[in-house]
């Protein structure tokens, strides 16, 4: 009143609330007291302030214990592969939401926030779901992530003979199981030591020829390396039979 200010007042008010920076949603009350002042009568009308429950459901990195996730994690993305060797039987994987007040579950069960959660692998691929559950309750996003494991490495074996005359039989040679091995090198080499063949990720496709001219009918040595740890070489020898 007549340009009175809060100077005016021989003691300022106090605002109090029962919230706090760590409080969950709700309504909580707001109180005023302890204005005075010699040419004023105060009342007070009581307020309140409203905590609204976040909806960011977010995950802000996905790590594993093994492998590496395909594509590089990126929060807008959610599907992933993996693949781990057939020693890894599992695998631990740490979801870390955006916000810290979102619950997540793995595969249906409910895990810490930022703390490991354990996967059991099965030979072949191993589809997991990561949903994460906002504050609110209601705003969800799934990720899901599939991890290969690849089968034991003494379950590869190599056919010792290849005929490429086109009848559909043996045009090819076929080294069971390799496709699931895709780091794998593959090598052949003729009588005097030359290598006449050699491709990385090799996929059953060789027909026995050297710059696509067919080689001799005759015996190679080859050696394939499957591309995983504590996998040894797989060494012997193939022959290339032709017109049977």
């Known amino acids: 009143m007549n340009g009175d200010s809060a100077t005016k007042l021989t003691a300022q008010p106090v605002i ?5 920076p760590t409080s969950l949603p709700g309504i909580y009350p707001v109180t005023i007291s302890g204005a005075a002042s010699g040419n004023y009568t105060i009342s007070y009308v009581p307020g309140s302030i409203t905590i609204i ?13 093994d492998g ?4 590089s994690f990126i929060s807008v993305v959610s599907s992933y592969l993996a693949s781990v060797d057939f020693a890894t039987s599992t695998i631990m994987l740490t979801p870390t939401p955006a916000d810290p007040t979102a619950t997540i579950t793995v595969n249906g069960v409910t895990v810490n926030n930022n703390e490991p959660a354990s996967v ?4 072949g691929d191993n589809p997991i779901t990561i949903v994460i559950t906002a504050q609110d309750g209601t705003t969800k996003l799934t990720y899901t992530l599939v991890v290969h494991r690849s089968v034991s490495a003494n379950s590869v074996f190599a056919t010792n003979i290849l005929t490429p005359n086109g009848d559909g039989k043996n045009d090819t040679w076929i080294i069971k199981d390799i496709l699931l091995f895709p780091n ?18 090799y996929a059953n496709t060789w027909g026995g020829t ?3 001219v ?3 009918e005759d015996t190679y040595y080859y050696v394939i390396d499957l591309g995983v740890k504590d996998a040894k070489p797989i060494n012997g020898y193939i022959t290339i039979l032709r017109n049977r």
């Open 214 to 216: 067919p080689l001799n």
């Open 184 to 201: 794998n090198v593959v090598k052949v080499y003729d009588r005097s030591g030359r290598i006449v063949f050699t491709q990385r990720g």
């Open 53 to 65: 429950a976040l909806a960011n459901a977010n995950l802000a990195n996905l790590t594993l214990s």
């Open 16 to 20: 109090n609330t029962t919230a706090t």
């Open 210 to 212: 050297l710059n696509g």
């Open 68 to 71: 590496t996730l395909s594509p």
């Open 120 to 123: 059991n692998l099965n030979v």
